[in-house]
């Protein structure tokens, strides 16, 4: 250590803590009202300087004849093995961090999720409602008054209708996934069925070949409909199904990524506190052999303080002075 380094300078003044004499310098000054120096005061701010740092001085640091010493120095002992392990903790973390985020960077991206474009669903639910509007109207309201309504309402009726068939084959999709065949060809069957029951009502309707050709037309319409929603739906499963296990092996990774850096930034404020910790050590090492073997450089870095602080106040009441005269 060379009085030349800012490391010796800045120990010194750790040791006298300069800031406080200046300011008590100034409080000397501005409470005496002094304009110039006057030898008094600064017989008794150099008297005060040296015996502040004098109670600062302390013997060299050394464990092996102080008990408080060697309190400290097992501590730092311990310090240092805690930070060595926590230095070979935070590299694997970082590793870690590194791989999961080089992991998910290169897995593939789902992208959106598949779905039926609205405009077949939308076209699908005015066939169907095509198709079931008449059966409704002329099973059910019929004997309606007002016609415009009847045939609204049975209109209304068969959106209906056709939005619940359209919407359980193609549109649950994200619910029910790729379940198995027997599932998938029982939502098939129940679409079929919905349309033969129509039908059937259709047919005890009507009399005529005409009619019974029309119920027969319209059972092919809504049955070609649910089969061409079930050709769409099997493309989707599978669709689907590939998205959502891309989905979930996104998550996880993303998910692993987020914890692995999470645990590296722990890891990293413990390292960095045991090496504040580790330095406060060295630190306070330093300073003992500052208070200790530079005593004089000690007694004069106070003084010069104490003095600095006393010029300065003594400037502020000669411009105080001077601003008043300019007053008057």
Not at 81 to 99: K, N, P, Q, T
Not at 262 to 268: I, N, Q, S, T, V
Request: glycine letters at 8%; aromatic letters at 8%; proline letters at 2%.
């Amino acid at each position: 250590m060379t009085p030349e380094s800012t490391q010796y300078l800045e120990l010194i003044d750790d040791v006298v803590h300069g800031d406080e004499l200046i300011e008590h310098g100034k409080r000397h000054a501005r409470a005496s009202g002094a304009l110039k120096a006057q030898p008094d005061d600064m017989i008794a701010l150099k008297a005060f300087g040296a015996s502040r740092v004098r109670e600062t001085l302390a013997p060299e640091f050394d464990p092996a004849k102080n008990a408080q010493d060697a309190l400290h120095d097992a501590e730092h002992t311990r310090t240092i093995a805690e930070l060595d392990e926590a230095m070979v903790i935070e590299a694997h973390a970082h590793g870690a961090a590194v791989v999961s985020d080089r992991t998910l960077a290169e897995s593939a991206t789902p992208g959106e999720e598949p779905h039926v474009d609205w405009f077949l669903v939308l076209t699908a639910v005015l066939v169907m409602s095509l198709s079931f509007s008449p059966t409704i109207h002329d099973r059910l309201l019929v004997d309606f008054e007002d016609a415009t309504t009847a045939w609204a309402l049975a209109f209304g009726c068969g959106s209906f209708l056709g939005a619940f068939i359209v919407w359980s084959m193609t549109l649950t999709i994200a619910v029910v996934g790729r379940a198995s065949r027997w599932l998938n060809a029982l939502g098939l069957f129940a679409g079929l069925s919905f349309g033969l029951a129509a039908g059937v009502l259709r047919w005890s309707m009507v009399e005529s070949v005409e009619g019974q050709l029309m119920t027969l037309g319209m059972s092919l319409m809504e049955a070609s409909t649910i089969i061409f929603l079930e050709w769409l739906a099997i493309a989707l499963r599978t669709k689907h199904a590939t998205w959502t296990a891309a989905t979930d092996v996104r998550d996880r990774l993303t998910n692993k990524r987020d914890a692995d850096a999470e645990y590296l930034g722990r890891c990293a404020q413990a390292t960095t506190a045991l090496k504040g910790k580790a330095a406060d050590h060295t630190r306070y090492v330093e300073t003992r052999w500052v208070r200790c073997h530079l005593a004089d450089e000690l007694e004069r870095a106070g003084v010069d303080a104490v003095l600095k602080g006393y010029a300065e106040g003594i400037n502020e009441n000669l411009g105080h002075t001077r601003g008043l005269r300019r007053i008057s």
